[in-house]
């Protein structure tokens, strides 16, 4: 089974897919992990952000290392271990421009297929992003659409970081202006053809958690109800 999670900047995508494959026992894939370890390579190697072939070059050459494990975020990048510093604000500032690159998405979005497919035998897995059931798996059982009031977004993300550790301003960029960015080249902001739209600003994790866990117990019990 596949389980698609997309929706905008902290709307609770992680952590809501993380609590999902953990409850189903299902494997678990952060595809912005994939972007922000790409940036991570592209600024350690000193490139250009706004050269699209160097970038896309980067993209293509580095090793990612991508836990799938719901308990275990580890991640690392040609040998180095980047879980940390992906989330540094350095990362969270410029990774919209590896993001919106479309040779670098071409590359991602082959690596998510592979690591997709290699779950299969395992029971499934949870994938979350901006264009998982739109693009990387169409062919996902459940889609959801997870979203959430701007201000409840950035309320979270301000909760989530080290007090005083980022502007009011920084913390409109790494919302509003990343999604607008992000939009450009992903389809997140309404429901594709036979997604959910859960709207999270009134409801806490846990509560998340449930609804998609339920919505994946039915979609994978529709086929045998209409075989029987
Ligand atoms: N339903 C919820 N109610 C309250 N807080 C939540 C809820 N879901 C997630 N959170 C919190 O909001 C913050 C952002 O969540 P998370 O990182 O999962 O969002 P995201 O959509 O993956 O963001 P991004 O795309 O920017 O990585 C986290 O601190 C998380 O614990
Ligand atoms: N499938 C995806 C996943 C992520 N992105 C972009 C959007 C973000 O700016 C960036 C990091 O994602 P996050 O860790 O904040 O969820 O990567 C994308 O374009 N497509």
Redesign the pocket.
Known sequence: MIIAVD??????????ARGVATRLGLSYLDT?AMYRAVTWSVLEHGLDLTDVTAVAERARAVDLGISTDPGLAHFTADGSDVTEAIRDPRISENVSKVATNLDVRKELIRRQREIIDAAQPGGGIVV?GRDIATVVATDAELKVL?T?DQEARMA??K??LAAGSVTAEQLRD?IVRRDADDATVSQFEVASDGAVTID?TH???E??VDVISRLAKEAEAAPRDQES
Do not use: D, I
Not at 7 to 16: F, L, M, N
């Open positions: 929706g905008p900047s902290g709307s609770g995508k992680s952590s809501t912005g979350e997870l959430a979270r993300r909760a989530e790494q999270s409801l806490t994790l509560e998340v």
